[in-house]
């Protein structure tokens, strides 16, 4: 069982950063895979980057690879999301989502069982 929840976003404008925090409260935290979603309006939601646990490996859409990079320390129960040259498109309600087992391919927002209630990220042009 963990709650997640995301802090961080805001107002940028378009070529800014911003970075996003996920705080869970789990056991074992360190065991879980750590994947970043994000739901613009009246789109679908769409799979941002992922970590695995041990070791750290990494995945990000292709939309985001070489502006986006992701980290945990879970020292801190804590995922970051580091967002640079951020664009208008990536305006959106970013979330937090956790699992232990698997249970789908890691870009599937049904593989996570647990959720965050988002954070609003809007980047101005």
């Known amino acids: 069982q963990a709650s997640l929840a995301e802090s961080g976003g805001g107002l940028v404008q378009a070529g800014g950063s911003l970075r996003l925090s996920c705080v869970a409260s789990a056991r074992d935290f360190s065991e879980y895979t750590i994947a970043w979603f994000r739901q613009a309006p009246g789109k679908e939601t769409e799979f941002v980057a992922v970590i695995n646990p041990n070791p750290a490996e990494t995945d990000f859409a292709d939309s985001v690879k070489g502006r986006f990079t992701i980290s945990r320390d879970n020292t801190k129960n804590t995922v970051y999301l580091q967002m640079n040259n951020l664009e208008p498109e990536d305006t959106a309600v970013y979330y937090c989502?956790?699992?232990?087992?698997?249970?789908?391919?890691?870009?599937?927002?049904?593989?996570?069982?647990?959720w965050g209630q988002g954070t609003q990220v809007t980047v101005s042009s």
């Open positions: 989502t956790a699992r232990t087992v698997y249970s789908g391919p890691f870009w599937g927002p049904q593989s996570y069982p647990y």
